[in-house]
């Protein structure tokens, strides 16, 4: 009987067994080596079209592709001007999704930017099926959560976590935000305006969110993210939260946290915001 397709999550789950199972025989476990897994997979299937090459090129327009070459099986590239390391594990391991996921659908993916920000349960393309699988890979939710339990979070205890896991700092932290419990928002911005924002449950059950899609959204001025003479405030400092959002209450505070990646010239934004604390305004509260 054939197997089902696999999903995001089933793909990610069969390949955290292996790995597990490996770690418990001695093998590192993590970063994982995306590149061994990707080469080892298709046989250990039994599929008959395996991925038999993971190589670094030079292909100017996109920074992973899958391609499917005939009698062979597939070849994994990815861009050989990406310097970051965590940028090319994350990489491989999206086209190693879209191996798993989508290779009866198509012959060719080309993918311009893993920048895994389409990932989550809003979006469900191929690309975001693709990041979905490979955030499950890198960060198991089991040792994920073992290494961000910190009841405070701050870029310290992300940073140490992108060390662990071999992703970038974007990653860890967007595997965060997607993951807690606690109320928070994270902010990429550049040059004074969002590219995106993102709510966890808890932050965007109470109101607090941004819509950035199609928008042009400053960031608040007043807020630690606009004053350019602040590089970083990686633990973060007290802020009133209706520098952020108008309709909090007065009183109410949040942490913000931020970081300046030159290298990529964006600014990571972290607000930590009290779980009880609302910001729907006025006349957005459902039941008045
Ligand atoms: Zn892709």
């Known amino acids: ?18 790995l597990d199972a490996a770690a418990a025989a001695g093998l590192q476990r993590f970063p994982v080596d995306v ?38 099986g597939w070849a994994l590239l990815y861009n050989r001007k990406m310097t970051s390391e965590g940028r090319i594990r994350f990489t491989q391991a999206h086209e190693l999704g879209h191996y798993l996921i989508h290779r009866l659908a198509q012959q060719e993916f080309q993918c311009s930017q893993a920048d895994m920000v389409h990932w989550g349960p809003e979006m469900r393309s191929i690309e975001a099926e693709a990041d979905d699988f490979a955030s499950n890979l890198l960060m198991p939710m089991k040792q994920f959560r073992a290494c961000t339990s910190a009841s405070d979070i701050d870029f310290d205890v992300l940073s140490d976590a992108s060390n662990k896991f071999g992703v970038s700092l974007t990653a860890a ?27 966890s449950d808890k932050a965007r059950s109470n109101g607090a969110f941004y819509k950035t899609k199609g928008r042009v959204v400053e960031l608040p001025s007043g807020s630690i993210a606009a ?28 942490r913000e946290m931020k ?14 915001l009290s779980n009880g604390d609302k910001a729907w305004a006025p006349r957005d509260w459902g039941d008045t």
């Not at 970081?259 to 930590?272: I, M, Q």
Request: charged share 20%; aromatic share 12%; net charge negative.
């Open 1 to 18: 009987m054939p197997e089902a397709p696999f999903t995001p999550a089933t793909a990610a789950i069969r390949l955290t067994h292996w």
């Open 35 to 72: 590149e061994q897994l990707a080469l080892y997979v298709g046989k250990e299937l039994k599929w008959p079209d395996p991925i038999f090459q993971v190589v670094a090129a030079d292909i100017p327009s996109f920074e992973g592709g899958l391609f499917h070459v005939e009698d062979q």
């Open 173 to 199: 932290a967007l595997r965060w935000i997607r993951s807690t419990e606690q109320s928070a928002v994270l902010i990429l911005s550049r040059d004074g305006f969002m590219d995106w924002a993102i709510s």
């Open 227 to 254: 004053d350019e003479s602040i590089a970083a405030c990686r633990d973060g400092n007290q802020i009133s939260l209706s520098t952020w959002f108008e309709h909090a209450h007065r009183d109410a505070v949040a």
């Open 259 to 272: 970081l300046v990646c030159e290298n990529y010239g964006y600014t990571l934004t972290l607000l930590s």
